[in-house]
């Protein structure tokens, strides 16, 4: 009798463990999609950021333009006033002439017919006033001319001033409006990056165990697992949370909190024991016949470069160093230079 009911809390024990590892799995899964969208909003922000900045830097030029029209209009302005000047100074020598001629008589002719003392001197005379007059109305004429064509450069100036001057405020209106795109997706980003963090706090508190194992985690063949957890992301391409999509070269393995040990999957020499980029702490290991493991984000590791570990020897603790979301394992495997999905092993 007390057989049959041991082994009904036996059954229990395993069914309740086969429940809460499936609401972890279902945690897990909503998790990983969550990462996925809050990444995909992160690089929508990073493209309305990048749109941004080149219409910053267009808008940088465009003022440049703006200011050296305006020079433009200033010294072709500073022209027209210089001319303006010159035309009224020769009007004003023209008209005193003509004043004087008009009182000592008509076009002078009464000094030209006193003054001369032949036909041909006269005629000669006559002809020099004549002249005289011709060329004050020559030089009048030229200047109104040359103003003329100063005051349409300067009108063609200003005109496209005011074109650059619409151009610069559709440009500025453009740049408001992805800094606000800007905003709204990082508003997004982030309201799916605390989503996330709920769905991964869930996830840990469902797993039917937390504490752990001094032993190393199950495995099969030649290969034992490298630690327990859940895993969150598997081989393959992904949405990432630091770099969009990618080809996510290995599965991450999750638990809570940190310091789950960490173990080596099968027996080989320790090729790398340090801080390796977005790895952050990370263990390689060379197990020969052209296979490597990598085991990276460790909290910390205690092997070092050059040693032997054996299969299901400690070689670490789970962490979040590095490019991390949270506690887990990166695990990557090797085979002869290329990755390959670690599960493949098991």
């Known amino acids: 009798m007390r057989k049959k009911k041991f082994d009904i809390i036996i059954v229990m024990v395993v ?3 086969l429940v809460l590892a499936s609401i972890a799995g279902a945690y897990a899964a909503s998790y990983s999609q969550k990462q996925q969208e809050a990444a995909a909003w992160g690089q929508k922000y990073q493209n309305a950021l990048k749109l941004t900045k080149d219409a910053e830097e267009k808008a940088a030029i465009m003022q440049d333009s703006i200011a050296a029209k305006k020079s433009e209009i200033a010294e072709t302005q500073g022209k027209v006033d210089a001319k303006q000047k010159e035309i009224d100074a020769q009007t004003a020598a023209l008209n005193e002439r003509l004043n004087v001629m008009y009182k000592t008589g008509t076009v002078g002719f009464v000094d030209v017919v006193l003054s001369s003392d032949s036909i041909a001197d006269l005629l ?8 005289i ?15 003329k064509e100063l005051q349409e450069l300067k009108a063609k100036l200003e005109k496209e001033k005011a074109d650059l001057d619409s151009q610069m405020a559709e440009l500025n209106k453009y740049i408001a409006e992805k800094k606000a795109e800007a905003d709204k997706d990082r508003a997004m980003q982030r309201q799916l990056e605390n989503e996330a963090a709920a769905l991964y706090a869930q996830m840990i508190a469902s797993q039917p165990s937390n504490t752990p194992s001094s032993a190393p985690a199950a495995g099969s063949g030649n290969y034992v697992w490298p630690t327990q957890g859940i895993i969150t992301s598997k081989y393959g391409y992904r949405i990432c949370p630091f770099h ?3 080809f ?12 789950t040990p960490v173990y080596a999957i099968t ?3 320790v090729s790398l024991a340090s801080w390796y980029g977005g790895y952050g702490n990370c263990v390689t290991i060379n197990h020969g016949g052209n296979m490597m493991s990598l085991y990276g ?9 050059g040693q032997s570990v054996s299969k299901g020897q400690l070689i670490g603790y789970m962490g ?16 002869n230079g290329s990755t390959i999905n670690p599960q493949s092993l098991y």
């Open 244 to 246: 969009g999509q990618e």
């Open 297 to 305: 984000h460790l909290q910390k590791y205690v092997v070092s470069k």
């Open 320 to 335: 979040s160093t590095g490019n991390s979301t949270g506690p887990h394992l990166h695990f990557t495997v090797y085979k």
């Open 124 to 131: 000669m005379n006559v002809g020099l006033v004549q002249k």
């Open 267 to 269: 027996s080989g020499t």
């Open 133 to 147: 007059l011709k060329n004050d109305q020559d030089i009048l004429e030229k200047m109104q001319d040359d103003l």
């Open 248 to 259: 996510h070269n290995g599965i991450d393995i999750a638990r809570s909190p940190q310091g």
């Open 15 to 17: 069914c309740l463990s």
